[in-house]
C-alpha cells in the first residue's frame, strides 16, 4: 500500500519488509516455544496421573 502511493523508497521498503519478517519470525518462535512447553507440562501431567492410578 505504501509503495503503491509513492511513499516509500525501494531501499525502504526493502528494510521495512525485512523488519516485518523478521518480527513474524520472532512471533512464530515464541509461539512454537510456548507450544512446546506447554506440550510437555501436559504431557508430564497426563502421565504422572496415570502412574498414580
Known amino acids: 500500500l505504501l509503495d503503491a502511493r509513492g ?3 525501494v531501499t ?5 519488509i525485512g523488519r ?6 520472532a512471533c512464530a518462535e515464541a ?3 510456548d507450544t512446546v512447553l506447554a506440550d510437555t ?6 502421565q504422572g496421573k ?3 492410578d
Not at 525502504?12 to 521495512?16: F, K, L, V
Open 7 to 9: 511513499v516509500i523508497s
Open 12 to 16: 525502504e521498503r526493502q528494510a521495512y
Open 20 to 25: 516485518v519478517r523478521a518480527l513474524a519470525k
Open 31 to 33: 509461539w512454537l516455544a
Open 41 to 46: 507440562v501436559l504431557d508430564d501431567t497426563v
Open 50 to 52: 496415570k502412574q498414580d
